[in-house]
Nanobody
């Protein structure tokens, strides 16, 4: 059974960092591409970053480039999202998602079939 469990969210001040974790089970990162998404209240879901299973190619949304870093640990079946220099506009529920595919995507035309339950990130002074 495919499962994804996020953790690491919380309350942060502007400029702080948080490391989000996505522990996966029921599959391996060798064949599933992983994406991180977020959704703020009243806003559409936004693709943040993703990593392809085949070659590790990574994509970032323009809004987080230079501040967020995605990485994966195959031994721990975990994908991380390091979030630095947090801003109030980063406040959202963050989700990780998985798709049995060689390459990942962040656009609305790319479908992930498996999703975690989300972890809340709140950035406020």
């Amino acid at each position: 059974q495919v499962q994804l469990v996020e953790s690491g969210g919380g309350l942060a001040q502007p400029g702080d960092s948080l490391r989000l974790s996505c522990v996966v089970s029921g599959f391996t990162l060798d064949v599933y591409s992983i994406g991180w998404f977020r959704q703020a209240p009243g806003k559409e879901r936004e693709g943040v970053s993703c990593v392809s299973s085949s070659d590790g190619i990574i994509y970032y949304a323009d809004s987080v480039k230079g501040r967020f870093t995605i990485s994966r640990d195959h031994a721990k079946n975990t994908v991380y999202l390091q979030t630095n220099s947090l801003k109030p506009e980063d406040t959202a529920v963050y989700y990780c998602a998985a798709e049995y595919a060689a390459y990942c995507g962040l656009g609305s035309d790319y479908e992930y079939h498996y999703w975690g339950q989300g972890t809340q990130v709140t950035v406020s002074s």
